[in-house]
């Protein structure tokens, strides 16, 4: 098959302080030209946020935010007025508009590790808003569960023709990939996939446009993001 294979170590790695961070495409202090993100997806940053720490508030203006916790709990609060706690198997959607300030603090004793997920809108200057939901796939196993999309059946709505599944699968399992949209990127969470004759490890990523089959060579998570022609 046609694709390319985005490697763990070819990600920009950041530690300062309380805050240990993978760039999957350039971002902040990290700029590497030959990763500046796929189709409208911009950033995806693993961060590892140790206990009492965070960031604190910060502004965003049009860009979807996809947060994706994974071990922990993170306090979020913003200029809309939304005070909430986004825990592992949660997802979090603000859509920043016109424009929001927000703050993300872990208030716990244990490290959080979580994503960042940054798409671009195809609407721009919009109002605010905020979107949270549980949804974890160590749950219920072996299958695709839409975060987000574009259209009424998606638990949460994203300003973007762009789908965002993610699942759990078990070794020796396969799900399908049938992209909706033009252009497919699947993002490892941990253990080993094989899409075609690739194989996909945790931190690594797959872009490719054709449907595929993925299976697990172990048991693995990972994040399929179904992406608009560009």
Known sequence: MNAYLHRSEDRGHVKM????????????????????GV????????????????????????????????????????????ERHISAGEWQLMSAGTGVQHSEINNGDEEVHMLQIWIQPNVRNAEPTYQQIQRDPNAEPNQW?????????????????AE??????????????AATQA??????????????????????????????VIEAKEDSQFIWFDLPKQ
């Not at 409208?40 to 960031?55: K, T």
């Not at 049009?62 to 071990?71: F, P």
């Open 17 to 36: 302080g309380w805050l240990d961070t993978k760039h999957s495409f350039s971002f902040g202090s990290w700029y590497n030209p030959k990763y500046m």
């Open 39 to 82: 189709s409208v997806l911009r950033v995806i940053n693993d961060d590892s946020i140790a206990a009492h720490n965070g960031f604190g508030t910060h502004p965003h203006d049009n860009m979807e935010i996809l947060t994706c916790v994974l071990n922990g709990a993170i306090s979020h609060r913003d200029s809309m007025g939304n």
């Open 164 to 177: 965002v599944k993610t699942a759990v699968l078990q070794a020796g399992k396969q799900l399908d990939v």
């Open 145 to 161: 569960h839409l975060i987000v999309g574009p259209n009424d059946n998606a638990p949460m709505h994203i300003r973007q023709q």
């Open 183 to 212: 252009v497919n990127y699947v993002h490892v969470i941990r253990g080993e996939i094989s899409i075609g004759e690739h194989t996909v490890k945790a931190g690594d990523a797959l872009l490719f446009a054709e449907d595929a």
